[in-house]
């Protein structure tokens, strides 16, 4: 039983310890690294037909979804569901291999 609760006060030790790690995530950290207020987004608009803000620098990706001010989804047919629209990779000079 002592092993169990030595375990179980390690795990939680280690997990707390985790999130110490502060990492400013504003900011693009990849070869042409730069704040993610000058990269483009664009839409893209999941299968329930929620819309998410997404950006492609050629190399990484961003998506997050799109919130009202009230913190609900903004759902509003900006394309048909699965589409991605917009200007999202624009605003770096790296080419998407894709």
């Not at 999941?46 to 998410?52: A, L, S, V």
């Not at 998506?63 to 900006?78: E, F, I």
């Amino acid at each position: 039983m002592k092993l169990i609760k030595g375990v179980l006060l390690l795990s939680l030790a280690a997990g707390v310890a985790a999130c110490d790690n502060k990492v400013d995530k504003t900011v693009d950290r990849g070869w042409d690294s730069k704040h993610l207020s000058q990269l483009k987004a664009g839409i893209w608009v999941d299968p329930n037909g929620c819309d998410h803000w997404i950006i492609d620098d050629g190399f990484e990706g961003y998506l997050s979804q799109r919130l009202d001010p009230y913190g609900k989804p903004v759902c509003s047919g900006a394309a048909p569901p699965g589409v991605a629209t917009g200007p999202f990779k624009k605003g770096s000079p790296v080419k998407d291999q894709i």
